[in-house]
C-alpha cells in the first residue's frame, strides 16, 4: 500500500509544472518596460519613437495572458 502511495505522490508531482519560462522573460520584458515608463515620467526622459510599439505590444501581451488564464479558470475572473 505504501508503493502504490509513493507511486501516486510522484505521479501527481510529475503532472505539477513549475513556473513557465516563457511567461517569465515576458514579465521581465514588460517589468523592464514599466520601469523606463516609471523613469520617463518622474525623470522626464525623453520619448523615444519605439517606446509606443513597445508600450501597446506589452499591453497586448498582458490582454493575451489575461484571457488565457480567463479560459482555464472557465470564466471572468473578478475581485
Keep these: 500500500m505504501t508503493r502504490l502511495t ?3 505522490c510522484l505521479a501527481l508531482c510529475a503532472c505539477a509544472g513549475g513556473p513557465d519560462p516563457v ?3 515576458s514579465d521581465r520584458a514588460n517589468l523592464a518596460l514599466a520601469t523606463r515608463c516609471a523613469d520617463g515620467w518622474f525623470r522626464a526622459l525623453p520619448f523615444v519613437a519605439d517606446d509606443e510599439r513597445l508600450v501597446r505590444a506589452a499591453l497586448a501581451d498582458w490582454q493575451r ?3 488565457s488564464d480567463e479560459r482555464l479558470a472557465a470564466g471572468p475572473v473578478t475581485r
Excluded: Y
Design 23 to 25: 511567461r517569465l522573460a
Design 65 to 67: 495572458r489575461i484571457e
Design 6 to 8: 509513493l507511486l501516486a
